[in-house]
């Protein structure tokens, strides 16, 4: 698809230098463009290629002053990087949202509603009395199971596999291999040493503008929902277990685990291979260090955890200070032991 200079100046806010009816097809790095791409310059140390670049366009701050000629046209925004992110969510948008009706082989269930604008892939299978709404897109092999509801312009890519009685919200998008509702982790130990399968009879709540990565697993609750809420994303390969409640805007890195019913608060942030206990609580603003371990609630808001097991920052600097120390001060009590001996003799 093919961008004027003025269209995307439109978008973006920004003002033009250069041919406002110049067309761009492509976007690229400002090292490696070509000619009819569009690139843009954030960094200062990048700033030697925009005077070579082949790009046909550059977006740039307002306050830029090149120190050479400049062939490409530019585009004068406040902030380059995050109109350059706008700039993507668009092309990647035209390029996604633009899929329409319905390929075959693939199954819709009795009562189903869909709604205008929908696209459903080759070998897609929807149960029975599904909702979904207007532009939604099913990318082939996802199943849906019966009575789901999934909201306006949410993207369910190749593989998804949603079960039955979820919920998925609007301008929502989850990627490849994930599955959603899937029975918690629920056995009851017997007398004689066996397990006992706890039936798993909720269900999963995803809210709106959420992005889950590919191969994550949500598993439904045992009774009630686990609740994934609005703006959370995930990462590729987690795992959240059931009865599990991720507040707003939280973000988790890849192969983190989650166990059951903790809650983890608003603008948490928790990066990747962390694991987290159950029925515990995190805090509003919570941030985790990678391989934390965190064991505990954390009550506090706005708090940094690291360590397995997991502490507060500025104790797991205080003991990684004595933990650097250690070879040190075993050499020191090896020299005093041996002072100690001669003094017995």
């Not at 093919?2 to 976007?27: F, M, P």
Request: charged fraction near 20%; charge should be negative.
């Amino acid at each position: 698809m093919e961008y004027t200079l003025e269209e995307i100046a439109q978008l973006l806010g920004g003002e033009i230098k250069g041919n406002k009816k110049l067309k761009v097809s492509t976007l690229a790095k400002i090292q490696e463009a070509s000619p009819g791409s569009i690139a843009f310059l954030s960094n200062p140390k990048y700033e030697n290629f925009i005077y070579s670049t082949d790009a046909s366009a550059v977006i740039v701050n307002k306050d830029f002053k090149p120190k050479e000629d400049v062939k490409a046209s530019l585009i004068l925004v406040d902030d380059p990087y995050t109109s350059f992110t706008l700039l993507l969510e668009a092309y990647q948008r035209s390029l996604t949202m633009n899929k329409k009706g319905k390929e075959e082989p693939c199954f819709v269930g009795q009562d189903s509603r869909i709604g205008e604008g929908y696209y459903i892939g080759a070998f897609a299978y929807i149960g029975h009395n599904v909702t979904i709404g207007k532009n939604v897109k099913i990318y082939p092999q996802v199943y849906i199971g019966d009575n789901v509801t999934i909201g306006d312009n949410t993207v369910l890519y190749s593989g998804v596999k949603i079960y039955s009685d979820c919920v998925i919200g609007h301008h929502t998008t989850i990627h490849s291999g994930c599955v959603v509702g899937s029975d918690g982790f629920g056995f009851a130990p017997q007398p004689d040493g066996s397990y006992k399968t706890i039936p798993q009879v909720g269900n999963v709540i995803i809210g709106n503008h959420v992005d889950i990565g590919a191969n994550t697993v949500i598993d439904c609750a045992t009774m009630g929902s686990t609740i994934i809420e609005d703006g959370v994303k995930l990462d590729n390969l987690i795992q959240i277990a059931h009865n599990v409640q991720l507040g707003q805007n939280t973000v988790i890195a890849a192969q983190t685990g989650v166990s059951g019913s903790t809650k983890i608060g608003k603008n948490c942030m928790i990066a990747g291979q962390v694991g987290i206990v159950g029925h515990i609580s995190l805090a509003n603003k919570t941030t985790v260090g990678a391989q934390a371990g965190i064991g505990r609630s954390v009550t506090e808001e706005g708090t940094v955890w690291l360590g397995s097991p997991g502490m507060d920052k500025s104790d797991f600097l205080k003991s990684f200070v004595v933990y650097r120390k250690l070879p040190e001060l075993q050499k020191r009590i090896e020299e005093l032991e041996e002072k100690i001996v001669h003094l017995q003799r």
